[in-house]
Nanobody
Framework: VQLQASGGGLVQAGDSLRLSCAAS????????MAWFRQAPGKERAFVAA????????YYADSVKGRFTISRDNAKNTVYLQMNSLKAEDTAVYYCGASRSAILSAIRTDRAYDNWGQGTQVTVSS
């Protein structure tokens, strides 16, 4: 299974950016897809997740109200719309997928067994 993440870049504080994660059709059938991020010197941290059956969404407190995870079924793609970006949002963003994750574990990266290559987001203040 391959996940292709894209959309990162250099923006100013307050700007918006949309990340994309393209997956195979098989990956998109069930389970969860999520975004994590890893800032320099820090562990990979949960950002948002989407349940593929039902569309439920989950967010880290630090991004709630600013970021939106969504999907395009026709393109087998999950998006992360990031608004009102802050310098502390600077990180490499990774998309992950799992067909077997359980709800209690979706905020941990070990729940996901497929990962994209990461895309750099840099927010200048």
């Amino acid at each position: 299974v391959q996940l292709q993440a894209s959309g990162g870049g250099l923006v100013q504080a307050g700007d918006s950016l949309r990340l994309s994660c393209a997956a195979s059709e098989r990956t998109f059938r069930s389970g969860y897809m999520a975004w994590f991020r890893q800032a320099p010197g820090k562990e990979r941290a949960f950002v948002a997740a989407l349940r593929l059956n039902g569309g439920n969404t989950y967010y880290a407190d630090s991004v709630k109200g600013r970021f939106t995870i969504s999907r395009d079924n026709a393109k087998n793609t999950v998006y992360l719309q990031m608004n009102s970006l802050k310098a502390e949002d600077t990180a490499v963003y990774y998309c992950g997928a799992s067909r077997s994750a359980i709800l209690s574990a979706i905020r941990t990266d070990r729940a996901y067994d497929n990962w994209g290559q990461g895309t750099q987001v840099t927010v200048s203040s």
